[in-house]
């Protein structure tokens, strides 16, 4: 099993560009979540989906969309980068719909935005 | 709003020391999880605390929960190199469909 998988590895992008961050997870996870992590921030959830089909603000959702495409993919879409942007993005799953059970995290995603 | 405040931010040893890194909230958790991240790397699960006043040990890694279920320790003895990387507890509000809020981490480095 390859876990959690994040697509791509590294970005550069110039504010105003769009872009879209893949997320896949092989364990059949119910639950799946995206972060950001910024120094001396900890993490930082953007969005989060429980369940198939269904997906929630987190804590700084503002500049983001999200798809859950089906049980396997969660996506991150910036659709107007901006500086602020610039961050380490992590794709995580777990198996419960809902926040009680381990979370498994992907390698993650580093952006820098112009 | 929930926040999990911990302490410190950064925390470095001699190789041998020990290290304890805290986790305070002011209202009560349903339970609290923590991670370790490598530097370069993702956050990695170590273990997970509900019951009030419950301790785990894995090998030197020592896990607390207060008996209020508002704080929690993790204790590493005699901390190796391979200890190095940063700390994060999680904190769950409101049962599983609440909100799992992260700490900030304690960032560890140890001298060998």
């Known amino acids: 099993n390859a876990g959690v998988t994040q697509t791509p590895k590294f970005q550069v992008l110039k504010t105003g560009q769009s872009m879209t961050l893949q997320c896949a997870q092989d364990m059949n996870h119910n639950s799946m979540y995206w972060y950001r992590q910024d120094p001396g921030m900890g993490l930082r959830l953007i969005y989060y989906?429980?369940?198939?089909?269904?997906?929630d603000k987190g804590e700084v959702p503002n500049g983001y969309n999200v798809s859950r495409l089906n049980k396997r993919e969660f996506s991150l879409r910036l659709e107007s980068a901006a500086p602020s942007q610039t961050s380490v993005y992590f794709c995580?799953?777990?198996?419960?719909?809902?926040?009680?059970?381990?979370?498994?995290f992907g390698p993650g995603t580093r952006l820098l935005v112009l | 709003g929930q926040q999990v405040m911990q302490i410190p931010q950064y925390q470095h040893v001699q190789e041998g020391e020990d290290f304890t890194t805290y986790c305070n909230s002011s209202?009560?958790?349903?339970?609290i999880q923590w991670y370790k991240q490598r530097p370069g790397g993702h956050p990695v699960f170590l273990i997970q605390l509900v019951k009030s006043g419950e301790v785990k040990k894995q090998k030197r890694l020592t896990f607390q929960f207060g008996e209020a279920k508002k704080n929690s320790s993790l204790h590493i003895t005699a901390t190796q190199t391979t200890d190095v990387g940063t700390y994060f507890c999680a904190g769950l509000y409101g049962g599983s469909q609440g909100n799992l809020i992260f700490g900030k981490g304690t960032k560890l480095s140890v001298k060998p």
């Open positions: 995580a799953s777990s198996e419960a719909s809902g926040f009680g059970e381990t979370q498994y």
């Open positions: 989906s429980a369940s198939e089909g269904t997906t």
């Open positions: 209202t009560t958790l349903s339970n």
